[in-house]
């Protein structure tokens, strides 16, 4: 059939007003990216060629607080290979290989990794400066050294369960390093610079520096001459007694500051690779659970004078040197007992079953509303990692015997941390605090203190 021309314009109309459609299309769309999202795109483009040499944060300095510090930093370079710009790599090997006391094997087959930056570990990694100058001068392609950080312990041992310490990467592992990682570590930063998919340098790009952010230093509760004393006390007694461990716990019973704390065996933070984890894993003053003993005892008696269970000058009290309760029998220290008392000589001869007399007036209930609210039987809350609870008579398992072993200090497991702080209770005017170690965090650079630890009441036991 023939078709007229007519028809055939009209069919080239047509053809032409698509095309023309299309090609309008295809500029608003081409607009669009170029001048819509031209910059977003840009930039991811830029991002995919650009690589990244690390440039670490300065940890946070720790000090006492009175401004001694604790704990800073070292500068010490690492050494890292961009694999695809290292030209020869078997002369690169040899060359950094003695340098960096690692065999050429060994350098050889992590610069030669399908990676865009490799660290040449372990032998590269917090070297001297001496060391890595010497890198520096040898030029070679593909090598970069690059500036990192070492935890340094000014004062060895001193404080050091609650210091703790940092691993390789300056992360902190245990101690307040630990616990205040987060604040102390700061934000790495970066040189970067623009390669092609190959990984080479781009002709005519520039390197790009992201400044790192250090972390906030921290100053401390504790007060490092309290804290040496305590400490040369401690080896003094481990010396002279023989003894398997020892700890301290000074606190101001006003604050819930801690102004002092140490146990023994202690460690080195700088070298805790020496010593058996036991040893800086556990952290005696927070962690050991003991029988307290006659200390208990100002518990007991706090909650008789609250209760006006007992008049100390008036109250009299007959001891023979011993007290039978439920078929046991319990003993004073004093054989043949202290005879007839007042309550207040049986407070300063510390007599057993004056204690159980106490006990047996308050009644079981009474008596262990007033240990759980001086804190026993639950953490404190200190600011350290590794916090035990202790462990009390469940109230249905405490019979007669276990209300008068309890009442001085027998059949009960505390912590260290729960017995400074409940007897600082006792003496402060009854009120109970939080104890804590981190005082207040300040801005390396400004000086400027972002925020400070205020004390933290956690209840009234008794009255004042």
């Given at each position: ?8 314009r009209?069919r080239?109309?047509?053809l032409?007003m ?5 090609f309008?299309?295809l ?9 819509g999202?031209?910059?977003e ?35 010490t370079?690492?050494?890292?290979a ?7 790599p078997?002369?690169t ?20 990794k399908?990676?865009?930056?490799v ?16 890198i ?9 050294v ?31 390093e ?11 930063g ?14 005519g ?5 992201v400044?790192?952010k ?6 401390l ?9 305590i ?5 003094q ?7 398997d ?12 500051e ?13 070298a ?5 984890s036991?040893?800086?894993?556990r ?37 023979p ?20 008392q007042?309550f ?35 953490k ?19 019979g ?12 009960v ?19 109970l ?32």
């Amino acid at each position: 059939m023939k078709v007229s021309k007519f028809t055939v314009r009209r069919r080239l109309f047509w053809l032409l007003m698509v095309l023309c459609l299309l090609f309008a299309a295809l500029a608003v769309r081409l607009a669009y990216v170029q001048i819509g999202k031209g910059a977003e795109l840009s930039a991811k483009a830029e991002d995919s060629w650009r690589r990244n040499i690390p440039y670490s944060a300065k940890r946070g300095e720790i000090s006492d607080r009175n401004g001694n510090v604790l704990a800073y930093n070292i500068t010490t370079p690492t050494v890292m290979a961009i694999p695809v710009q290292i030209k020869n790599p078997e002369q690169t090997a040899k060359s950094l290989a003695p340098l960096l006391g690692m065999t050429e094997e060994s350098v050889l087959k992590s610069i030669t990794k399908r990676q865009s930056i490799v660290r040449l570990q372990p032998g590269g990694r917090k070297i001297t400066m001496e060391k890595a100058q010497q890198i520096r001068d040898l030029a070679l392609p593909g090598i970069v050294v690059a500036e990192d950080n070492k935890r340094y312990y000014p004062f060895g041992g001193l404080a050091a369960h609650i210091l703790g310490f940092t691993g390789g990467y300056n992360q902190g592992l245990t101690g307040v390093e630990s616990k205040y990682d987060s604040l102390l570590s700061g934000m790495n930063g970066s040189v970067s610079y623009l390669s092609d998919a190959g990984g080479r340098l781009m002709p005519g790009s520039s390197e790009k520096y992201v400044e790192p952010k250090d972390g906030l230093n921290l100053t401390l509760t504790i007060d490092k001459t309290i804290q040496s004393i305590i400490e040369r006390e401690l080896d003094q007694a481990m010396d002279r007694l023989q003894a398997d461990s020892a700890l301290t716990i000074a606190m101001n019973p006003k604050t819930g500051e801690i102004l002092g704390m140490a146990a023994r065996p202690g460690y080195e933070p700088g070298a805790y690779q020496e010593y058996d984890s036991a040893v800086y894993n556990r952290n005696l003053p927070i962690w050991m659970t003991y029988e307290p003993g006659s200390t208990f005892k100002i518990i007991t008696l706090a909650a008789a004078l609250e209760e006006k269970k007992v008049d100390l000058l008036n109250d009299r009290f007959f001891d023979p040197g011993y007290v039978k309760v439920g078929g046991a029998t319990l003993r004073c220290w004093k054989k043949g007992g202290h005879g007839s008392q007042t309550f207040l000589q049986v407070v300063e001869n510390s007599c057993n079953p004056g204690f159980v007399a106490l006990g047996q007036r308050l009644g079981k209930e009474t008596l262990f509303q007033y240990i759980k609210n001086f804190g026993f039987g639950s953490k404190t809350g200190i600011d350290l990692n590794g916090e035990e609870n202790g462990i009390l008579f469940k109230l249905p398992q405490v019979g007669p015997v276990e209300l008068a072993t309890t009442s001085f200090g027998q059949g009960v497991s505390v912590t260290p941390i729960q017995q400074i702080t409940a007897v600082s209770a006792a003496i402060n005017g009854g009120k109970l605090f939080k104890p804590f170690v981190a005082k207040a965090w300040t801005n390396a650079e400004t000086g400027e203190v972002v925020s400070e630890t205020k004390p933290q009441l956690v209840r009234q036991v008794i009255s004042e």
